[in-house]
């Protein structure tokens, strides 16, 4: 079954400070991974989309990996401000058509920033 | 500009009634998409619509109607409103024939059924 798994549910730090978001994914065909960050009240944003090739891509402060033999990827946020305090969304795609409704959506991390 | 907009931001109704949400996009996708976001914040797909024509319909009740009068709309329309319906709404647009480009959500309908 296609399935992604998000850790932690939730995270709290201290403004500053880096930290890293873990998702493994169980999807098969891979065809990329994503990584949105979700605002409250507000829809996902996209930071990173990344292929089959690529194992790094970097979004300002963001950084996302890819390990595409193991099936996990990483988000990285380095020097953490309050506006990061939002939801971090890891998305799968199996689909190389043009339709993107198959995605396969993790349930996020909550991110807390505290000053 | 905003890219992605849907209305009303905030829709509270009355189980039974009959309610539409509406969504344009100025991106100039050829592809637009209804999600559910339930109390849970798990996203799932509910349509997709490409160049006004149904795509994807997942297990929907047939309650939801989607309608796409141009590439730049799509709107939904609710009959018969449950309970269970009470969640947030995100319409979505993307670039066709590109598998990886990114999603561009609207902010969200919260639809609550009293």
């Known amino acids: 079954k296609n399935q992604v798994e998000q850790s932690p549910q939730s995270l709290i730090i201290l403004e500053g400070k880096n930290c890293t978001l873990q998702c493994n994914y169980t999807v098969s065909p891979f065809s990329n991974l994503r990584w949105y960050k979700q605002d409250t009240g507000r829809g996902p944003v996209s930071l990173t989309i990344?292929?089959?090739?690529?194992n790094t891509k970097s979004n300002g402060r963001y950084t996302a990996t890819l390990d595409a033999d193991t099936k996990q990827s990483s988000l990285h946020i380095t020097a953490s401000q309050l506006s990061d305090s939002a939801s971090y969304i890891c998305v799968v795609s199996p689909n190389y058509g043009g339709s993107q409704g198959n995605l396969i959506f993790g349930k996020g991390t909550k991110l807390s920033v505290k000053p | 500009d905003t890219a992605v907009s849907q209305t009303p931001k905030y829709l509270v109704t009355q189980m039974g009634n009959d309610k539409s949400i509406k969504c344009e996009q100025n991106l100039g996708h050829d592809t637009m998409y209804w999600y559910k976001q339930d109390s849970k914040k798990f996203l799932k797909i509910m349509f997709s619509y490409n160049n006004k024509e149904l795509i994807i319909n997942e297990t929907v009740p047939n309650r939801f109607s989607p309608k796409s009068p141009d590439k730049a709309h799509l709107n939904l329309h609710i009959n018969s409103l449950e309970l269970g319906d009470s969640a947030v709404y995100f319409c979505?647009?993307?670039?066709?024939?590109?598998?990886?480009?990114?999603?561009?959500f609207g902010n969200g309908t919260r639809l609550t059924v009293t």
């Open positions: 979505a647009s993307s670039g066709q024939g590109r598998y990886n480009s990114p999603l561009h």
């Open positions: 990344m292929t089959f090739s690529e």
